[in-house]
């Protein structure tokens, strides 16, 4: 059974400064996902991983993937209020739409 | 616009009255699937489907129903709702894309309350 852990659970990020946060999965996959979840609001797509190494950025954000390690980590730079929500990681196995997420990192920035 | 769109977006029901909650996406995607996402316990899938008429149970089919008739429709079906159904619903569909990446677009999610 695939597992996907996030940690830590919930970070209190100081503005300005950088972070970052981990993504550990039991079995090999074939494709990693971030999505960004406001409250109340849906997913947004944030970065798709398919390869060992694989490094995507965006903006204050940018992930990476290590698929020996089976690990992906999502690193915050400068980090600013608007980035305050909840990161969800997701891996997929297969040539099918089978995700398991794991429980999502809540991100809170004060001044 | 591409999306995906879930209807109804709350709804509030008894215990054992049958209900559907649709799911339509206008991007012609093969995939599409069912979460629920459940405070402390993240996103869970309920079924997925590969294409029309093709589904499979995903990690807690127990109560709910799917069927896919059409490549753009996959509703929710939950025969006799009960309390512990209660929960936030998305659906999500997806194709291949570039790659390979399978990237899924979520709907904006159905917030279903069971009494």
């Given at each position: 059974?695939?597992?996907?852990?996030q940690?830590?659970?919930?970070?209190?990020?100081?503005?300005g400064?950088?972070?970052t946060?981990?993504?550990?999965?039991?079995?090999t996959?074939?494709?990693?996902?971030w999505?960004?979840?406001?409250?109340?609001?849906?997913?947004?797509?944030?970065?798709v991983?398919l390869?060992?190494?694989?490094?995507?950025?965006?903006?204050?954000?940018?992930?990476?993937?290590d698929?020996?390690?089976?690990l992906?980590?999502?690193?915050?730079?400068?980090?600013?209020?608007?980035?305050?929500?909840?990161?969800?990681?997701?891996?997929?196995?297969g040539?099918?739409?089978?995700?398991?997420?794991?429980?999502?990192?809540?991100?809170?920035?004060?001044? | 616009?591409a999306?995906?769109?879930?209807?109804?977006?709350?709804l509030?029901?008894?215990?054992?009255?049958?209900?559907?909650?649709?799911?339509s996406?206008?991007?012609?995607?093969?995939?599409?699937?069912?979460?629920?996402?459940?405070?402390?316990?993240?996103?869970?899938?309920?079924?997925?489907?590969m294409?029309?008429?093709?589904?499979?149970?995903?990690?807690?089919?127990?109560?709910?129903?799917v069927?896919?008739?059409?490549?753009?429709?996959?509703p929710?079906?939950?025969?006799?709702?009960?309390?512990?159904?209660?929960?936030?619903?998305?659906?999500?569909s997806?194709?291949?894309?570039?790659?390979?990446?399978y990237?899924?677009?979520?709907?904006?999610?159905t917030?279903l309350?069971?009494?």
């Open positions: 059974e695939l597992k996907v852990e940690n830590p659970l919930f970070l209190s990020m100081q503005e400064k950088n972070y946060i981990y993504c550990n999965y039991s079995t996959s074939d494709r990693l996902y999505y960004r979840q406001d409250p109340g609001k849906s997913l947004e797509s944030l970065f991983l390869s060992n190494g694989a490094v995507k950025q965006e903006g204050r954000l940018m992930a990476s993937l698929t020996k390690a089976r992906s980590t999502l690193h915050i730079t400068a980090a600013v209020h608007d980035l305050s929500a909840t990161y969800f990681c997701a891996v997929a196995l040539a099918n739409s089978k995700l398991t997420f794991g429980k999502g990192i809540t991100l809170s920035v004060r001044p | 616009e999306q995906v769109t879930q209807n109804p977006r709350y509030i029901t008894v215990t054992g009255k049958k209900l559907t909650v649709t799911c996406q206008n991007m012609n995607h093969e995939y599409m699937s069912w979460y629920r996402q459940d405070p402390g316990l993240g996103l869970r899938q309920i079924y997925y489907s294409n029309v008429e093709v589904t499979d149970k995903g990690d807690v089919p127990e109560g709910y129903k069927s896919r008739k059409e490549k753009r429709n996959f929710l079906i939950l025969e006799s709702p009960s309390p512990n159904q209660t929960s936030l619903y998305f659906c999500a997806s194709s291949r894309g570039l790659a390979g990446s990237e899924q677009y979520f709907g904006p999610g917030r309350t069971v009494t």
